[in-house]
C-alpha cells in the first residue's frame, strides 16, 4: 500500500517540483535501491580487497626473493674498478678502508641505512719470474680490509701469517699452485722496465679462505674475479700464473718499497645488504639510479678513480622485475575472469526488476511529465548507488583485504599496506568501474523510459523502427565474436615476438608490450568464449520456446504453456543461462586443480628423481668417489646414468634426439618400477639394452614411422653412419625415469623444421654410434649418478653425509617436489578458489535476480492461470521445472567448458611439466557432483527470490 499512496501523491501533485519527484521516486525505489548498492558495494569490495592483497603480496615477495639471495655467496660484487696506477709518493694505509667508506655512502644515500656490512679487496698485478721456465708472468697480490685476518690466520693450512712486508702467502686454490712450498722464494717486480726484481719469501699457504671468510660473517665473493663475468670487462687479472696474499698494512708497504710503481690494481667492495630497507615502490628509481652508478663513480679521496657500483643490486632487481613480470601476467589471466564476471554483476544489478521500472515511468508520462525530469530522477538513482557502491566498497575493501593480508602471513606493515590506496592501477580501475556502473545504470533505466510509450501510433512506430534496425543491426555474439578473433590475432604474434625479446632486453616498453599482448590474447580467447556461450543460451531458449508451442497446441498444461511463454520476455533467461554457462570456467579450477597439482608434481617429481631414493646431478663421473658412497651405510646401490642431445643433418632430414645411456643391470636393480604405475616396456626389454646396437624409442615417434617391436633399422635412418650398423628397435616408451619429455615451442616447431625423438641405450651402443658418425653433433651433456638406499634407514641421514664429507648436493624426491611446488604461482592458486567462492554469490545472484524479474514479466500470465484455478504452490513450482529444463544443457556445456580451460592452467600457474604433461584430475563421479553443485547454486537463488514473491501475491479482485 505504501507504493500506491507515494504515486497517489505524485498524481495529486498538479506542478510538483524536480525535487518532490526524485524524493518520492527514491523512497518508493528503496528496495531496488537498496539492493543495487549491496552488490555494488560487493563489486567495489572485491576489486579492492583484491588489489589489496595483491599489492601487499607484491611487497612481501619483493622481499623474499631478496632474501633468498645470499649476498654473502652469489659470485658478484657490490662494486669494482680496474685501473693503471703510478705511485710516485706513498699509498696511504687507508686507501681500502677510504674506499669502503666511500663505497658505503654512495649506497646508503641511494637506498637509507642499505649497508649492513662489508667486504673489501684490492689487489695488484704484479711481473714474476715463474719457477717452472725461469720467464716472466704475472702474479696477483691482494689484501682484504683488517676485519678479514682472523679468517687468513684461520685458512692457514701450512706455516704463519707474514711478519712483514718481504714476507707472503700463497692462496692455493687447486693443484696447479703446487710449484711453491713454505720458505720458497719469488721474484717479483711491478712492471717490465726500469726497477730491478725484488725477493719475497712466502711464510704460509692459505685454502678454503672463501669458506673462512663465510664462518665469520663476510662475503666469500672477493677471493673470486667476478669481474670477469659478462657484466664486467676482461682483465688481464685472469691471466695470473697464481694469487699471494698478504696482510693489509704489509701491502702498501710493499708497493711502496719499489722506487717507482706503475702497474695495474683491481678494487673490489661487496656488501651485505639490509633489505627490509628497501622499499619495493622505488624499484625503478633504484635501477636507474644504480645503472647510472654503475658508469662509474669517482671516489672523494682519489678523483681519479672511477668504480662500479651496485652490479649486484642491479642484477636482483632486474631479477625480479623479470619474475614478477611473469607472475603479473599469470595473474592477470586470471584477473580479466574476475572483471568479465563483475561487469555481468552490473549490468544484472541494473537490470533488476526493471519490469517494474517500466511501469513506474509509465505512471510518471500519464501524470504528463516529460523526458527531462525522468533523466533526473535516473540520474539522481544513479549518483546515490555509484557513490554509496564506490565508497562502501573502497572502505570494507581495504578491510577484508588486510584480514586476507593476515591471512596469508604476508610480512608488510600496517602503514605500508594503507599506501596501496595510492597505487596508480587500483585508482584507475575504481575510476573506470564507477564511470562503468554510472553509465550502465543511467543508460539501461533510461532505456526503460523508451519501453512506455503511451500512444498506439508512437508504440507502432517504435516497434517497426525496431524491426528494420534489427535486420541491419549486428548481433551482439557476432560482434564479440569478430572482437575477440581481432584480439586474438594481435594479441598471439605480440605475445610470441615480446617473449622472445623479454630475454634480451627488460625495458620497460618490452615489459608493457609482453604483459599486454599476452592479456589482450586472453581477452579475444574469453571473448570468443562469451560469444559462444550467448549463442548457446539464446538457442536453448528458442528451441524450448519452440518445443512449448508446438507441444502446446497438443496439450494444454501449466508446463508446455510456461515454455510457450518463453517467447514474451526471453532476454532474462538468456542472461541467467549465461551466468550458468560461466559458472563452469570459473568454479571448475577453484575445486579441481589443487589436488591435479599435487598429483601431477608428485609423478613429475618421481620422474625426475628418477624413481629412485636420491639424485646426485651434475655427477663427475668419479669412479673413486662412487665407492666411497657405495660404502656409506645404507646405500644398497647406485647406478651413472648420462643425458645428452644430439643434433644430425641426414639429406633434407634433421633430427634433435635425446639420449638416455645406462647400464641396464645396474639401472633395474636401482630404479623403483612401482612407482611408474602402468608402462609399455618390461625389465626384460631394458636387460636387452646390454646386447650392443640395441634401443628403446619414445611412443609417439615410434608411432608416427610405424616401428614395430624386433624390427630392425639402419643407422642412416637417423645420421650419416660409415658402417650404417643395423639398430634393433626393442620397446617404446611413453614415461622412462630421468629423462625429461620433448619440449615443442607453441609456434615454433613448424619453424625448426626438426624431428624431435628419444632413445634410451647402453654405453657400449652410444660409444659405438658416437664413433661412426660424420654428423651427430653432442649439443649438451648432463651426468647424474642415481642412489638406492635401505628404507629402514633415515634417508637425511645418508644425504647430510653426502653433503659434509663429499661436498656433494644430492636431491630426494621431496627436495624435487618442493622445488617444482616453488615454480607454481601460489598467489594464483589462492585466487582461483577466491574466485569459486565468488562465483557462489555470483550464481545465487542471478538466480534470485531472474526470479523476480520473471515474476514481473509474467504478472499477467499468473494472474490468468490463477482464474482457472491453478494454485500459488503449482505455479513457482511451474516455474522452477521450467528453470530446471533450460539449465540442463548449459550446466553439461558449462562443466565441458570448465574442464578443457584446465588445458590453459600449466601455463597460467607456471606448474612444471619437464617429465609429464599435465592433466587434470576429474573422476566421472565428480562430473556429476559438479552438476549438482551449479544446479543448486542457481536453484537455492531462485527459490529464495520466487517463493516470498508468490506467497505474497495477491490476485486483482473483481468487482
Known amino acids: 500500500m505504501g507504493k500506491k499512496q507515494d504515486y497517489k501523491k505524485l498524481i495529486d501533485s498538479y506542478n510538483p517540483d524536480v525535487k518532490t519527484i526524485v524524493k518520492i521516486f527514491l523512497k518508493a525505489s528503496k528496495k531496488r535501491i537498496f539492493l543495487s548498492c549491496v552488490f555494488g558495494v560487493l563489486t567495489f569490495l572485491l576489486i579492492t580487497s583484491l588489489f589489496m592483497v595483491w599489492f601487499a603480496y607484491q611487497s612481501n615477495s619483493f622481499h623474499q626473493f631478496l632474501s633468498q639471495n645470499d649476498w654473502y655467496d652469489d659470485g658478484n660484487h657490490s662494486s669494482y674498478t680496474i685501473f693503471d696506477k703510478s705511485i710516485s709518493s706513498d699509498i696511504e694505509n687507508d686507501y681500502l678502508d677510504n674506499a669502503i667508506t666511500n663505497i658505503e655512502d654512495v649506497f646508503n644515500a641511494i637506498i637509507p641505512n642499505v649497508v649492513s656490512k662489508s667486504t673489501g679487496t684490492i689487489e695488484v698485478i704484479i711481473r714474476g719470474i715463474e719457477p717452472v721456465y725461469g720467464q716472466f708472468t704475472n702474479y696477483t697480490i691482494k689484501t682484504l680490509n683488517s676485519n678479514s685476518n682472523i679468517s687468513l690466520s684461520q685458512s692457514l693450512v701450512a706455516g704463519r701469517l707474514p711478519r712483514n712486508s718481504s714476507e707472503i702467502l700463497l692462496f692455493r686454490q687447486n693443484e696447479l699452485f703446487n710449484y711453491y712450498n713454505v720458505n720458497d722464494t719469488v721474484q717479483l717486480k711491478p712492471d717490465l722496465v726500469g726497477v730491478s726484481l725484488q725477493n719475497f719469501t712466502i711464510t704460509g699457504i692459505v685454502e678454503n679462505f672463501g669458506e673462512s671468510l663465510l664462518m665469520n660473517g663476510y662475503s666469500k665473493d672477493l677471493i673470486w674475479k667476478s669481474y670477469e663475468n659478462e657484466r664486467y670487462c ?51 628509481f633504484y ?27 642491479i642484477d636482483n632487481f632486474s631479477s625480479f622485475r623479470y619474475h614478477w613480470l611473469l607472475e603479473s601476467t599469470r595473474i592477470s589471466s586470471i584477473i580479466v575472469i574476475v572483471f568479465f564476471l563483475l561487469i555481468m554483476i552490473i549490468y544484472e544489478i541494473f537490470n533488476f526488476e526493471a519490469h517494474d521500472l517500466e511501469t513506474i515511468f509509465r505512471l510518471m508520462k500519464l501524470q504528463g511529465l516529460d ?44 602503514i605500508y599496506y594503507i599506501k596501496g590506496l595510492k597505487n596508480p592501477f587500483l585508482l584507475i580501475t575504481l575510476i573506470v568501474f564507477s564511470f562503468g556502473v554510472f553509465i550502465t545504470g543511467y543508460f539501461i533505466r533510461y532505456s526503460s ?39 586474438l590475432a594481435g594479441g598471439i604474434p605480440g605475445y610470441i615476438f615480446t617473449s622472445g625479446l623479454i630475454m634480451l632486453d627488460i625495458s620497460t616498453t618490452i615489459e608493457l608490450l609482453y604483459v599486454l599482448s599476452l592479456i589482450i590474447a586472453l581477452l579475444g580467447i574469453i571473448l570468443i568464449t562469451f560469444s559462444l556461450f550467448i549463442l548457446i543460451s539464446k538457442l536453448v531458449t528458442i528451441t524450448w520456446s519452440f518445443i512449448g508451442k508446438k507441444i502446446w497446441i497438443k496439450k494444454k498444461l501449466f508446463f508446455t504453456l510456461s515454455l510457450k511463454n518463453l517467447t514474451i520476455h526471453p532476454s532474462t533467461y538468456q542472461r541467467t543461462l549465461l551466468a550458468i554457462l560461466m559458472i563452469g570456467i570459473t568454479i571448475i579450477p577453484g575445486f579441481i586443480l589443487n589436488t591435479s597439482i599435487n598429483k601431477h608434481l608428485d609423478q613429475n617429481a618421481t620422474l625426475a628423481s628418477g624413481c629412485t631414493d636420491i639424485l646426485i646431478d651434475n655427477w663427475n663421473m668419479n669412479a673413486t668417489l662412487r665407492q666411497n658412497i657405495n660404502q656409506i651405510k645404507g646405500v644398497v646401490q647406485t647406478t651413472e ?101 620433448i619440449q615443442n615451442k607453441p609456434f615454433y616447431q613448424q619453424i625448426e623444421q626438426v624431428e624431435k625423438f628419444q632413445l634410451v641405450m647402453s654405453f657400449q651402443t652410444y660409444e659405438i654410434l658416437m664413433k661412426d658418425t660424420n654428423n651427430l653433433y653432442v649439443n649438451s651433456l648432463q651426468h647424474q649418478l642415481l642412489v638406492k638406499t635401505d628404507h629402514s634407514m633415515n634417508i637425511s641421514d645418508i644425504t647430510t653425509i653426502l653433503r659434509e664429507n663429499y661436498s656433494i648436493n644430492p636431491q630426494t624426491y621431496e627436495d624435487i617436489k618442493k622445488e617444482m611446488e616453488n615454480l607454481i604461482t601460489p598467489f594464483g592458486l589462492i585466487l582461483l578458489r577466491y574466485i569459486s567462492i565468488i562465483i557462489i554469490f555470483v550464481g545465487f545472484f542471478f538466480g534470485f535476480v531472474a526470479s523476480q524479474n520473471i515474476f514481473l514479466e509474467r504478472i499477467r500470465n499468473i494472474e490468468t492461470d490463477y482464474r482457472i484455478g491453478a494454485t500459488l504452490q503449482q505455479l513457482w513450482l511451474e516455474f522452477t521445472l521450467e528453470l530446471v529444463v533450460l539449465s540442463i544443457l548449459p550446466i553439461i556445456i558449462s562443466i565441458v567448458f570448465g574442464k578443457l580451460s584446465l588445458l590453459l592452467y600449466p601455463i597460467i600457474l607456471n606448474i612444471d611439466e619437464s617429465y609429464l604433461s599435465f592433466k587434470p584430475w576429474i573422476p566421472w563421479w565428480f562430473i556429476f557432483l559438479l552438476f549438482f553443485i551449479i544446479f543448486l547454486i542457481i536453484l537455492f537463488g531462485w527459490l529464495v527470490g520466487l517463493i516470498p514473491k508468490m506467497n505474497n501475491y495477491k490476485p486483482i479482485k473483481q468487482e
Not at 251 to 278: G, K, P, R
Not at 287 to 311: C, H, Y
Not at 455 to 477: A, C, F, N, Q, T
Not at 693 to 709: E, G, P
Open 234 to 284: 676482461y682483465s688481464t687479472f685472469s691471466e695470473s700464473f697464481c694469487t699471494f696474499l698478504t696482510l693489509p698494512n704489509y701491502f702498501y708497504e710493499l708497493i711502496n718499497n719499489f722506487s717507482s710503481f706503475s702497474a695495474t690494481f683491481a678494487l673490489a667492495v661487496d656488501i651485505i645488504y639490509d633489505t627490509t630497507t628497501i622499499d619495493y615502490r622505488n624499484l625503478k
Open 287 to 313: 635501477i636507474n639510479t644504480l645503472e647510472q652508478k654503475f658508469q662509474g663513480v669517482s671516489l672523494d679521496f682519489d678523483p681519479d678513480i672511477n668504480i662500479k657500483i651496485g652490479a649486484d643490486l
Open 371 to 414: 523526458d527531462k525530469p525522468i533523466q533526473l530522477v535516473i540520474l539522481a538513482e544513479n549518483i546515490i548507488v555509484t557513490v554509496i557502491s564506490l565508497v562502501c566498497g573502497l572502505i570494507l575493501g581495504t578491510i577484508i583485504g588486510y584480514l586476507g593480508k593476515l591471512f596469508l602471513n604476508l610480512n608488510v606493515s600496517f
Open 449 to 487: 523510459t523508451k519501453k512506455t510509450n503511451i500512444l498506439v501510433k508512437e508504440d507502432y512506430e517504435s516497434k517497426h523502427k525496431k524491426r528494420v534496425l534489427g535486420k541491419l543491426s549486428v548481433k551482439i555474439e557476432q560482434l564479440l565474436f569478430l572482437s575477440g578473433l581481432l584480439l
Open 641 to 741: 646414468i648420462i643425458l645428452t642431445e644430439v643434433f644430425s643433418i641426414t639429406y633434407e632430414r634433421s633430427f634433435k634426439i635425446t639420449i638416455l645411456i645406462i647400464n641396464s643391470t645396474e639401472f633395474i636393480q636401482t630404479i623403483d618400477f612401482s612407482k611408474l604405475g602402468s608402462k609399455q616396456y618390461t625389465d626384460y626389454d631394458i636387460e636387452s639394452l646390454s646386447t650392443n646396437l640395441t634401443y628403446l624409442m619414445d611412443l609417439k615417434f615410434a608411432k608416427k614411422h610405424n616401428y614395430d617391436k624386433g624390427q630392425i633399422f639402419m643407422a642412416n635412418d637417423f645420421w650419416d653412419s660409415l658402417h650404417n650398423y643395423n639398430l634393433s628397435y626393442i620397446n617404446s616408451f611413453n614415461i622412462f625415469p630421468a629423462l625429461p619429455k
